[in-house]
Nanobody, 124 residues
Framework: QVQLVESGGGLVLTGASLRLSCIAS????????VAWFRQVPGKEREFVTA????????YASDVDKGRFTIFKDDVANTMFLQMNDLEPADTAVYYC?????????????????WGQGTQVTVSS
């Protein structure tokens, strides 16, 4: 089992930045890919970006328009999502996810472990 705990969400104004964190614990040696998803009430959870747990390679969707960066601290078993120039459309619950699928498999079912989510609200 792997446990994921997110933090760093909050209420910010348009144009602000936030950094989300996701601490992984447990059998992290099983992981190949960790990712960030986000979900707005009434909509499907959507993939944002992923990073290879061992490779460090990254893969991103178009939702962030190049404003988000995923990176990790191998010593701390922590993954981060740096979000810059936030827009109201970025308002969502952000989830950390982990699994042993390929980096480019962005389907929800490819991820076995999920965090509890952290709310990001961007006000205009």
């Amino acid at each position: 089992q792997v446990q994921l705990v997110e933090s760093g969400g909050g209420l910010v104004l348009t144009g602000a930045s936030l950094r989300l964190s996701c601490i992984a614990s447990g059998r992290t040696f099983e992981l190949t890919t960790v990712a960030w998803f986000r979900q707005v009430p009434g909509k499907e959870r959507e993939f944002v970006t992923a990073i290879g747990w061992n490779s460090g390679r990254t893969y991103a969707s178009d939702v962030d328009k190049g404003r988000f960066t995923i990176f990790k601290d191998d010593v701390a078993n922590t993954m981060f999502l740096q979000m810059n120039d936030l827009e109201p459309a970025d308002t969502a619950v952000y989830y950390c996810a982990a699994g042993n699928g390929t980096l480019w498999n962005t389907q929800i079912g490819a991820f076995d472990y999920w965090g509890q989510g952290t709310q990001v609200t961007v006000s205009s």
